[in-house]
């Protein structure tokens, strides 16, 4: 049963940067598109990053397109994003999932399976 952990969240400045692991055991997601998910207070969970498997395409929500860098790593099970030019309204535990088979670049949380537990990321002076 692949698992899903995430890392790298804390609390930052406004414009400061911030890296997100994802690291993937007890099975692989190779052939998986992966993607990164945020969910802040009160809000319903929304789509921050996308990357199609063998890494050929990349997609981001309007939000964070610019100022986030999504990446994988099959050979070593590890998906991540790299977040600059952080914003207050980026604070949210984040998530990273793999999406069901065939899926292939999709926004919505339902194509996903296989969460992880989540990562607090909090930007505030």
């Known amino acids: 049963q692949l698992q899903l952990e995430e890392s790298g969240g804390g609390l930052v400045q406004p414009g400061t940067s911030l890296k997100l692991s994802c690291s993937a055991s007890?099975?692989?997601?190779?052939?998986?598109?992966m993607g990164w998910f945020r969910q802040a207070p009160g809000k319903e969970r929304e789509f921050v990053a996308g990357?199609?498997?063998?890494?050929?395409?990349?997609i981001y929500a309007d939000s964070v397109k610019g100022r986030f860098t999504i990446a994988r790593d099959d050979d070593k099970n590890t998906l991540s994003i790299q977040m600059n030019r952080l914003k207050p309204e980026d604070t949210a535990v984040y998530y990273c999932?793999?999406?069901?088979?065939?899926?292939?670049?999709?926004?919505?949380?339902?194509?996903?399976?296989?969460w992880g537990q989540g990562t607090q990321v909090t930007v505030s002076s």
């Open positions: 999932a793999r999406s069901r088979p065939g899926v292939r670049l999709s926004t919505l949380a339902g194509d996903f399976e296989h």
């Open positions: 007890g099975g692989t997601f190779r052939l998986n598109d």
């Open positions: 990357i199609s498997w063998q890494s050929t395409t990349t």
